[in-house]
C-alpha cells in the first residue's frame, strides 16, 4: 500500500472502529495484527466440536450498539452481513439457595418483578435507571467524551450553571459510591443486591471500589434499554464487515504483522518496523491500540519519554479471566423458573460472596465460590449449534493473575505461581460442580468442554496482562482524567504524530470502540 496516512497497531475494536471512521474521511489507512487473525478480544472458533460455535473471550455487544462508533458505523457494517440476536431477558441471577431475579427489558415489568421479591425493591430500581435516564447528557458525555476538550468544559459548565456548583459537586460525590454502598443502603433483598453485585466485575472493579455503585447503574440502565445482545453467527461475522467496510474505503489489514519498534524521524513518529525487518511509512501519524506495557516498553523502548516510562512502571494490571465453553446434547434444565432465555445469569451467593471471591482474587488466592457468568448463546442465536443441542459460554471475572494459594485450601498453587494446564482443569472441575448443582442432569448432558486459564488468554493476546482483559485495573485513579497515566491528555503520546487507544486509554474498556471512535474524530 503506496501512500499511508494512518497506521494502526493492532485490530481490536478500537482500531476497527478509528479505520471505519478515518477511511470514511479519504484518509488510507494500514492496519497491522501480529496474530494471524483481527479481533483482539473477539474471537470465533468451534473450541469444543466441530458444528458448535464458541465466542472465545468476548461475546456481548450492548455497549457497542449503544455508542457513537455503531450510530455512525452500523447501517454500513450491516450492508456487509453484521446481524444481531437479542433476547428479552438480557440478565439473571441465581443463589445456592435456588433464589433467583431476571431482567426483562420492560421497565414496568422489572418494577413489578422486583417489587414481588421485596416491596419497594422494584419502585427503586426504577428510580435508580430513570436517575441514569434523566441525567445521561453529563454521564455519557463524560464516560464517552473526549475530557480535554472544549465540547467536555462547555458540558460541564453549562451542568454547573443548570445545576449549581454545589449541587454538581454533589452527583459528582454521589457517582463514587461503591456499589456495596449503594446496594446495602437501597435494596432490601439480598437476591436483588446479588442480581447486580457481579456486574461491577465486568468493568474490572470489585463492590467495594469507588465508581462502582455508578457503573452497575450504568450497566443495569443498558441492559434494560438495549438488552444483551450477540452477533448473529459469531462474533466473526462483526469482524468480517469491519473487514470489508475498511477495504471498501482503500484501507488495508495486514495479519501476521508483528511490529517491533515505532520509526521516528525529526522527533515525529514516521512508521513502523516490523519483525521481520520490513519498515512501513505513514505521513501523518501512528495509531496503537496496545497497553502502556506494549508501547512504551516494547514498541519505543529506550525512545520512550522517561515520565511516560516511570509511568508505565506504575501501571497495574487488574485481575484475570477464566473460561469456560461447553457444548451440551441438550438446552441445560435450571433449577429456576425462565432462566433458560437469559442472556447472561451469574451464579453467586449474592454481595458478600462476590466481594469474597474478589478480594481471594486479588490476593492472589484461586476463590473457593467464584462468581460465574453464564452465557447461553444457543437461546438467542440457533445458528450457533446442531438443533436440539446448546452451547455455554462460562465467564469467571475473579482469577488470580498469579497464584499464591487456594482459598478452599484444596488445590496446590505452582512454585512460580503460573498457571498450568492441570490446575486449569482442577479448577474448571470447582467451576463445573457449582454449575451442575443448579442444572438438573447437567454432567449426563455434556459433550465437550474447553476451559481457559488467564495464561492461555494472555497467549492469543499479548495485551491481556495476566489474562486481564480490561486493559489495567480500572480504578477510579486509573480512569477518566487518569487513565492510562495521571499526567495523560487524551489520546496524546509525548511523542508528535504518536497515539494511543484501546482499553488502556479512555474511555476505557468494552466493546463501544469509544477511544478509536475519539481519536479519529479529531485526526
Not at 469474597?356 to 438467542?380: D, F, M, S, W, Y
Not at 445458528?383 to 482469577?399: M, V
Amino acid at each position: 500500500m503506496s501512500d499511508v496516512d494512518h497506521i494502526i497497531v493492532g485490530s481490536g475494536i478500537n482500531a476497527l472502529v478509528c479505520a471505519a471512521m478515518l477511511g470514511a474521511k479519504g484518509a488510507k489507512v494500514l492496519v497491522l495484527e501480529r496474530n494471524d487473525r483481527i479481533g483482539g478480544c473477539m474471537r470465533t472458533e468451534e473450541a469444543t466440536v466441530p458444528g458448535f460455535v464458541h465466542d472465545v473471550m468476548a461475546t456481548t455487544f450492548v455497549l457497542f450498539i449503544t455508542s457513537p462508533a455503531f450510530a455512525a458505523l452500523g447501517k454500513d457494517l450491516a450492508r456487509h452481513g453484521l446481524d444481531f440476536c437479542h433476547t428479552a431477558t438480557p440478565t439473571g441471577v441465581l443463589r445456592p439457595d435456588g433464589s433467583h431475579a431476571v431482567l426483562t427489558t420492560d421497565r414496568a415489568a422489572n418494577i413489578a418483578a422486583l417489587n414481588r421479591i421485596v416491596s419497594g425493591d422494584g419502585d427503586r430500581h426504577g428510580t435508580d435507571v430513570g436517575d441514569i435516564e434523566r441525567n445521561a447528557g453529563l454521564l455519557f458525555g463524560l464516560l464517552g467524551g473526549a475530557l480535554w476538550s472544549y465540547p467536555t468544559t462547555k458540558l460541564l459548565a453549562g451542568e454547573a450553571w443548570r445545576r449549581g456548583p454545589r449541587n454538581l459537586a454533589a452527583f459528582m460525590g454521589e457517582a463514587l459510591v461503591p456499589a456495596r454502598g449503594w446496594l446495602e443502603t437501597t435494596y432490601n433483598s439480598d437476591t436483588v443486591r446479588a442480581l447486580w453485585a457481579p456486574w461491577v466485575l465486568h468493568a474490572g472493579l470489585g463492590p467495594e471500589d469507588a465508581f462502582s455503585g455508578q457503573i452497575a447503574k450504568v450497566i443495569a440502565f443498558a441492559l434494560e434499554a438495549a438488552g444483551a445482545p450477540i452477533v448473529k453467527g459469531g462474533a466473526k461475522n462483526l469482524l468480517a464487515a469491519f473487514e470489508a467496510l475498511i477495504k471498501e474505503r482503500g484501507g488495508e489489514i495486514r495479519v501476521n504483522a508483528d511490529v517491533a519498534s515505532i520509526v521516528q524521524a525529526g522527533g515525529r513518529a514516521s512508521g513502523v518496523r516490523l519483525a521481520s525487518g520490513e519498515t512501513v511509512t505513514a505521513t501523518k501519524s501512528v495509531i496503537c491500540s496496545v497497553t502502556p506495557t506494549q508501547l512504551y516498553g516494547r514498541l519505543l523502548g529506550r525512545d520512550a519519554p522517561e515520565a511516560a516510562t516511570k509511568a508505565t512502571q506504575a501501571y497495574r494490571y487488574g485481575k484475570g479471566n477464566f473460561q469456560v465453553h461447553y457444548a451440551l446434547n441438550k438446552p441445560p434444565a435450571w433449577r429456576g423458573g425462565g432462566l433458560d432465555k437469559v442472556a447472561l445469569l451469574h451464579l453467586t451467593p449474592g454481595l458478600d460472596g462476590v466481594s469474597k471471591a474478589c478480594n481471594e482474587a486479588v490476593r492472589g488466592l484461586l476463590p473457593e465460590v467464584p462468581t460465574i457468568c453464564v452465557g447461553q448463546p444457543h437461546a438467542l442465536d440457533p445458528s450457533r449449534c446442531p438443533e436440539g443441542k446448546a452451547i455455554l459460554w462460562l465467564q469467571l471475572p475473579e482469577a488470580p493473575r498469579h497464584i499464591k494459594g487456594d482459598a478452599a485450601g484444596k488445590l496446590n498453587a505452582p512454585a512460580d505461581g503460573r498457571w498450568t494446564e492441570a490446575l486449569r482443569e482442577a479448577y474448571a472441575d470447582r467451576v463445573e460442580a457449582i454449575l451442575a448443582s443448579h442444572i438438573d442432569g447437567f454432567r449426563d448432558t455434556v459433550i465437550a468442554r474447553r476451559a481457559y486459564s488467564p495464561a492461555d488468554l494472555e497467549a492469543m493476546n499479548i495485551n491481556l496482562v495476566g489474562g486481564d482483559p480490561y486493559g489495567g485495573s480500572s480504578t477510579i485513579d486509573q480512569s477518566f482524567l487518569w487513565r492510562p497515566f495521571k499526567a495523560s491528555r487524551n489520546h496524546e503520546t509525548g511523542i508528535r504524530g504518536l497515539y494511543h487507544i484501546g482499553a488502556s486509554t479512555h474511555p476505557g474498556a468494552g466493546l463501544g470502540g469509544g477511544s478509536g471512535f475519539l481519536l479519529a474524530g479529531r485526526l
